[in-house]
């Protein structure tokens, strides 16, 4: 069966701080993955999707980047944190485009 | 492109009570629905899925959902709230045949049992 890990499962960072967020899947090959982000009261907001390594599409312009260096390895980053990229952040994976997506646990950030 | 709307972002009911969480899509092709559920800081559990056939949907935990394409609708039921069941639900929607990735989540829906 598939499983989808992330962590740190919480991070308190002070603002202008570097982040990584690391998502790998178990169980599948070569599957489609996501980014979303919850800010509080704002629903599920789509950051990034990959297709494959090293296939990156963006959907929302800020200071984060994702990169995906393994076919199962999904990594969301920031050079310099801003109080507002403060949410839940949850990674996803899929098999084929349009079908149903699998979420993963979750990571709290704050920023301070 | 497609969207969805989910109808009222509280919904209260008492236990034993029916749970009815309405969702209306708006899509240029045939879609596939989804209804997810989440937990406070969890992440998002598939509830159930329409794809094709059958238009009433059978998912875990006692929930149903009806494809309504006249209604444009796919609304979620239980005939039974327990305590379990308060949490936040999510309506989503994707195109058939389509070379979009994506899925179009609603705002949500949080649902508060009652004892």
């Known amino acids: 069966s598939q499983t989808i890990h992330q962590w740190p499962a919480t991070l308190v960072q002070p603002v202008g701080s570097p982040l990584s967020l690391e998502c790998t899947v178990e169980?599948?090959?070569?599957?489609?993955l996501y980014w979303y982000r919850q800010a509080a009261g704002r629903g599920l907001q789509l950051l990034f999707y990959?297709?494959?390594?090293?296939?990156i599409s963006s959907e929302v312009p800020q200071n984060l980047s994702a990169s995906r260096p393994q076919d199962r390895q999904f990594i969301l980053s920031s050079k310099k944190l801003l109080l507002s990229d403060s949410g839940f952040y949850l990674c996803?994976?899929?098999?084929?485009?349009?079908?149903?997506?699998?979420f993963g646990p979750g990571t709290r950030l704050t920023v301070t | 492109a497609q969207s969805v709307t989910q109808l009222g972002s509280h919904v209260s009911v008492s236990e034993g009570a029916l749970v009815l969480l309405r969702c209306n899509y708006s899509s240029s092709v045939p879609p596939y629905l989804f209804w997810y559920v989440q937990y406070p800081n969890q992440g998002l559990q598939l509830l159930l899925k329409y794809t094709t056939g059958a238009t009433l949907v059978k998912g875990i935990n006692g929930f149903e959902a009806e494809f309504k394409k006249s209604e444009t609708s796919f609304h979620l039921t239980k005939p039974s709230a327990h305590m379990s069941d308060a949490a936040e639900y999510f309506c989503a929607v994707s195109a058939q045949r389509s070379n979009d990735y994506k899925l179009s989540f609603g705002a949500g829906t949080t649902v508060t049992v009652r004892a």
């Open positions: 990959s297709v494959g390594i090293g296939q």
């Open positions: 169980g599948t090959s070569n599957p489609n």
């Open positions: 996803a994976w899929s098999v084929n485009r349009g079908w149903e997506q699998y």
